[in-house]
Nanobody, 123 residues
């Protein structure tokens, strides 16, 4: 199982970014995908999760109303649309797969992780 996260970059406060998590040689059909982030000098924290199996979603309070998690019809990619970015959103963002299809906020629930993509929000 390989995951490829991409889409990070440097943006100004208030701008948007769309992160992608691409599956290699499998689909997310029966799984969940979670997005986590690790700000500089801090622990990894939950951002959002979506079950491709049930369609249910889960968002951290910091993400509600600004971030949207979604997937493509082929169920081979997951996205995190981030609008209204703030400097405190600066972090390395990771996507992960939970083969039990939960939408847990707990990192150890997730079985596979992609490499991170850096998001920097700064003026």
């Amino acid at each position: 199982v390989q995951l490829q996260a991409s889409g990070g970059g440097l943006v100004q406060p208030g701008e948007s970014l769309r992160l992608s998590c691409q599956a290699s040689e499998f689909t997310f059909s029966r799984y969940s995908v979670g997005w986590f982030r690790q700000p500089p000098g801090k622990d990894r924290e939950f951002v959002a999760a979506m079950s491709f199996w049930t369609g249910r979603t889960n968002y951290a309070d910091s993400a509600k109303g600004r971030f949207t998690i979604s997937g493509n019809n082929a169920k081979t990619a997951a996205f995190l649309q981030m609008d209204g970015l703030k400097p405190e959103d600066t972090a390395v963002y990771y996507c992960a797969v939970d083969t039990a299809s939960s939408i847990s906020r707990i990192p150890r629930q997730y079985d596979y992780w992609g490499q991170g993509t850096l998001v920097t929000v700064s003026s």
